[in-house]
């Protein structure tokens, strides 16, 4: 059978730590800090407007760059909000979440042998992707000292003839780190010197805390270097629905829809219709989420503190990237034994890079109530190893 | 709105110290900033939320919404008349409404007699009440913002990117 295969699926890099999650999968009574999605249920407002929809018998197809009033939406939203320009006849495009979108930016702009500069630790999908596009990751390893910020120096060290593009994610899963103004102003030094597309997944923009999210686009001279991706997954917990959009020229987003309109055709038009109420009176929902995350980051960032893990304090999203070193265990034997032992479940470190066996992701996906529990059951945990 | 009552009105329970780790502050200026919102009459209580009809004894357990029309009186308005009302121990809420009656009162009782008698008795029998109508709550969905019904189990799977 195997022989019947692509070859590049074959050489797909399995995830190592499959077997983990069925583990988890299989057990009952987990407290689960290994989600990557919010714990809310999506604002009543939106979730009555996609029942609306469905009862006014809205269930065909859209145009395949989606409802034009979705894509007006958002380009007042951005226009409002960062002073970001795109016109929604032809630089916007709605797809089935930001997963789709980075699919289509890669296959749109890779051709085989280009590569594509992915700092690490990053979100499991983008090496993949790149492979699938024809591309050679190319990956950027960031430590733990460096607060897992990419050195401009070490962008520009990795950049070649063969450089397409770069993908940046910021706020960042699985470390929720974010980058300043004058951070991105640096990179886009680099990037405009060599004329390489920066590719932003953007989806935890509303999720900062520390310092106003700036997109790359919105920057100087960045717009026709820069494609900005993002959805409404995460700032309105509407992961299921299966939202995003991604903004740019109009020759790489024409590009997008091309491919787009063969393989998906259309994003779901009742969860069109859900995002675009989400644009209209879904931000007083989404600020009361954003703070209620800004209190739990606060409460388990002072707890992991004592306890004693390292870690960088996240400026965003709804992550830590934790180090298991101090407790001699590796990430994965670590969120192994955790979750026989308390019942806890995380998510090994392999996962986003394989040179980060010694950390672990904790989502802060969880009720206070949770959130303590599992603390204690943390504690308990290393105490007992000891 | 300060974010402490934000919380708070979520969940009372908290104690100053989680409070403060929550919001990044010195938990003696949380204490201090409670007791302030308890001076001036901001926080003006705490207490649990039940919901009566899963109890054992609901059958001893009516409420009943009344809507009063009252003769606003010289220079004090509803203002008296409404102090004479909400101070009966049985009046659980009292509202001053715009529209077609005055007062709203929310009346707890342990019978529909003992409510009905209320009414006649107490009620109506005041001076600068004009007309009372009385309404019984046949069924509770949502109590101070708390949807009533037992929640679903979560079903977002336990593990994911």
């Known amino acids: ?386 | 709105m300060d974010e402490i009552l934000e919380v708070l009105e979520k969940d009372a329970r908290i104690s100053p110290q989680e409070l403060a780790r929550l919001l990044r502050r010195q938990p003696e200026q949380v204490k201090k900033a409670v007791k302030g919102f308890e001076k001036q009459g901001i926080i003006v209580g705490y207490k649990t939320i039940i919901n009566r009809e899963l109890l054992q004894d609901n059958n001893n357990f009516v409420s009943a919404l009344i809507e009063v029309r009252v003769t606003p009186q010289k220079d004090v308005g509803f203002d008296k008349i409404a102090e004479r009302i909400y101070s009966f121990p049985e009046v659980k809420s009292c509202y001053l409404l715009s529209g077609t009656y005055d007062l709203l009162i929310l009346i707890e009782g342990r019978s529909i007699h003992t409510v009905s008698d209320f009414v006649a008795e107490k009620l109506a029998s005041l001076e600068h009440v004009r007309r009372t109508t009385t309404h019984f709550l046949l069924k509770r969905y949502k109590e101070d913002g708390v949807i009533l019904k037992r929640k679903r189990e979560n079903k977002r799977i336990a593990i994911s990117y």
């Not at chain 1, 009952?28 to 809310?40: A, N, R, T």
């Not at chain 1, 939106?46 to 065909?60: N, P």
């Not at chain 1, 320009?85 to 749109?108: C, F, H, Q």
């Open chain 1, 1 to 386: 059978m195997k022989k019947s295969l692509s070859k590049t699926v074959q050489e797909l890099q399995p995830s190592g730590i499959r077997e983990f999650f069925d583990l988890v999968l299989g057990m009952k009574d987990v407290i689960s800090l290994g989600v990557g999605e919010p714990d809310f249920t999506t604002p009543w407002v939106i979730r009555e407007a996609g029942i609306y929809a469905l009862e006014q018998g809205f269930t065909s197809y859209t145009s395949n760059k989606g409802l034009y009033k979705l894509r007006l939406g958002i380009s007042r939203y951005l226009n409002s909000r960062f002073n970001l320009k795109y016109n929604p006849e032809e630089e916007i495009l709605i797809t089935t979440g930001v997963s789709e979108a980075m699919d289509l930016a890669l296959r749109a702009v890779v051709n085989p042998g280009d590569e594509v500069i992915i700092p690490l630790p990053c979100y499991v999908a983008y090496g993949p992707l790149t492979i699938l596009a024809g591309g050679l990751p190319r990956y950027i390893k960031t430590q733990l000292r460096q607060g897992f910020k990419l050195k401009p120096e070490d962008l520009e060290r990795a950049i070649t003839k063969r450089t397409k593009a770069v993908i940046l994610n910021y706020p960042g899963n699985p470390t929720g780190v974010s980058y300043t103004n004058k951070e991105l102003a640096d990179f886009k030094r680099i990037i405009l010197k060599h004329k390489i597309l920066c590719i932003t997944d953007e989806i935890y923009g509303d999720l900062s805390y520390d310092f106003a999210h700036i997109p790359f686009a919105s920057l100087s001279g960045a717009g026709q270097f820069s494609l900005y991706l993002n959805g409404f997954s995460k700032a309105y917990a509407m992961t299921g629905w299966r939202i995003g959009y991604a903004c740019g020229c109009k020759d790489v987003i024409s590009a997008m829809t091309k491919i787009h309109q063969y393989t998906m055709l259309c994003a779901p038009i009742m969860s069109q219709l859900a995002a675009y109420e989400a644009l209209v009176s879904g931000k007083k929902a989404m600020d009361e989420m954003k703070r209620e995350y800004q209190r739990r980051r606060e409460y388990v960032y002072e707890e992991l503190k004592r306890i004693g893990f390292e870690m960088v304090k996240p400026q965003g999203a709804f992550y830590f990237f934790i180090s298991t070193k101090n407790t001699g265990l590796a990430g994965l034997n670590f969120a192994r034994k955790l979750l026989k032992e308390q019942n806890v479940a995380v998510v090994p470190g392999d996962a986003f890079g394989s040179d980060y066996k010694d950390f672990v992701r904790l989502s802060y996906c969880a009720d206070l109530d949770k959130l303590k529990e599992a603390i204690a059951r943390i504690e308990k945990f290393l105490r007992r190893k000891q």
